[in-house]
Every structure is written in C-alpha cells, then in structure tokens.
C-alpha cells in the first residue's frame, strides 16, 4: 500500500479509488499521507523561494561580450565547394563545345 | 523557441541566437545547477559560467543533438564539474541525513520549510537533485528527467525513497513532540 500512496497521482482513476477507499478504513496509512503531504507542501514552498536575480540575463551578455572567443565557422567548406561545382561546369562546357564542333 | 535560435544560427547571427537562447534557458540551467551542487550562490555562478560555455561553442554547434539536449549537457557537465572542484565528499550518506531529519522540529513551523531544505541539502546525491528539481520544476517527471537524462522510471524510484525517509522522519519527529 506505501507504494500506491507515493505514486498516488500516477495511478488510474479505478486504482485512486480503491486507495481512496482503503484510507477511510485505515488509520495508519490515513496519517502517513497527511505526513507525505505536509513534506509536499513543506518543499514546494520551500523551492518557490529559488530563483535568479532579474539582472543576471544582462549579467550573462555582457560577460559574453566581453570573451569575444567564439569561432566563427570556418568559410574553407564553401569556397572548396564552389571550386569543385566550378570544375564540374568548366569541364562539362569545355567537353559540350568540343562535342558540338566534331 | 528553439526554432527561432537556430533559424539565427544557420544565418549567422550569433550574438541574437545567444540572447534568445539564454532567455528561454536561464531558469532551467539554474534550476540544473541548483539541484546537482545544492547551493544557490553557486549555482548562479556555475550557470554563469555554462552560458559562457555555451558561447564559446555556439559557432561550433551544428544540430545533431537538439539544442535543449545540448544546453542540458553543457550544464550538467559544468556543474558536476563545480561539485567536484567544490568537494564531493561534503554529502551525507542517507543514514546521516536520517539523523539530522531526527533534529527536525515541529515545535517550530515558521522553520519548517527551510528546516527541510537543510535536510534535503543533506541526502545523497541522486536522490537531493531528483528532489529539488521535481519541486523546482513544479512537478513534473518528464522536465526531471529531461535535465538530468535519468530514465522516468529512476526518477520516481528516487524520488519516491526520498519523499517516504523525509515524510516518516518529520512524521515521527513530530510524534514525539507531541508525546513529551
């Protein structure tokens, strides 16, 4: 049963109702949930708490202006590619001209 | 979101993508970072410091992971490598966390919440960040196991065992208050 009370709200809505209906006669387990439930809404209060200063999105921008070290990608791919494409039309136009002549 | 960021990136436009980038993941990579070290100042450092990461290679990012995946990586990464540097033997066993839930005083509600967060603070890793995170990101399974890429089944198991040592604890601490 402590396992069907942890994952209470993964269970289908049958399995909710025969956990439901064991907790009505069960003492015990009815004051392990109303523990459960004082540490669920002990931690969300808790964590609600955490969050990030408004300025540091700015704080972030600027520390990354000021590194500057990232790479811009190299352009060697495309001027590579563009030579080969270059060859390719050089060579089929020079052998469509030659062809046309014979 | 993440269209937008890498719509930026295939043209180039780093500097836009960073900020639209930071902007839809700060929270989360704090959050990350939160859970993994357990320390909030530091946590913002190290989130600092993953986002700077993340610039640096952004140029270098070419799409094979998506990019949450990637953020995510980059930030557990770093983290992990701040706890390590912090000290990694600073965590409790789980028996040493039970007995410092054993200190935990009903008497005093108005402490109860930060109480606890000593106590969570004070449980082994997995089962500290599977905790924080899962209340951090408003409970929900699928963000816990997303940032910290543990299969959905792991995080329930962690985070059932630690709810159930945290409810009996406080639960008997409780009691016995009322008993004396």
Redesign the interface.
Known sequence: MEGRLLEYSDLTVEEQRRVDAHLTSCPACRAWVEDLKRVDADLSAAFAAVRLPPEFEAGVLRAARRERLWRRPSPLPEILDFIGWAAVITVVTSLAVRYLRI | MDPEIRQRLDQ?R?EEA??LL??AY??KV??LA?AILGD?ALA?ET??DV??RI??????YRGQASLSTWVYAVARNTSLTALRSRNAHRTLPLHDAVGRLEAWSPARPER???D??VL?AGLPDPYRQV??LY??EG?SYVEVASLLDMPMGTV?VHL?RA??V???R??RA?MTEGES
């Not at chain 2, 610039?55 to 270098?60: M, R």
């Open positions: 180039g780093y960073f900020e930071v902007r700060q929270t704090f959050h939160c909030e913002e989130a600092q986002f700077l610039w640096k290679g952004l140029a270098g109860a919440t930060a606890l967060r969570v905790v924080t209340y951090l409970k329930k059932h709810r159930k945290l409810a009996e406080t639960g409780r």
